[in-house]
Nanobody, 115 residues
Framework: QVQLVESGGGLVQPGGSLRLSCAAS????????AAWYRRAPGKQRDLVAS???????NYADSVKGRFTISKDNAKNTVYLQMNNLKPEDTAVYYC?????????WGQGTQVTVSS
């Protein structure tokens, strides 16, 4: 059983940056895909960015050019670098990893963009 622990959320002013981390308790050598989702108040959970085993990335249109997803297999960690943050990026961000045939989710980390 793999557990995912997210960190790096917080309060930031518009235009600021944050880096989210998602650390897996076990090896991610069997990783198929990893992704970050977010759920804003009153809205559904949406895909923000994803990265495949071969490091192919995909982004929601709303974050293209501002967010970067990456992974470090040696550290069993996936990252989301968020730059030029906007108030509409405010949400709870969730990490997801598909490792072999299993889907794992983190507990979520709050990101609030406000002046």
């Amino acid at each position: 059983q793999v557990q995912l622990v997210e960190s790096g959320g917080g309060l930031v002013q518009p235009g600021g940056s944050l880096r989210l981390s998602c650390a897996a308790s076990g090896s991610i050598l069997g990783l198929i895909t990893a992704a970050w989702y977010r759920r804003a108040p009153g809205k559904q959970r949406d895909l923000v960015a994803s990265i495949t085993r071969g490091s192919t990335t995909n982004y929601a249109d709303s974050v293209k050019g501002r967010f970067t997803i990456s992974k470090d297999n040696a550290k069993n960690t996936v990252y989301l670098q968020m730059n030029n943050l906007k108030p509409e990026d405010t949400a709870v961000y969730y990490c997801n990893m598909r490792i072999w045939d299993n889907d794992y989710w983190g507990q979520g980390t709050q990101v609030t963009v406000s002046s």
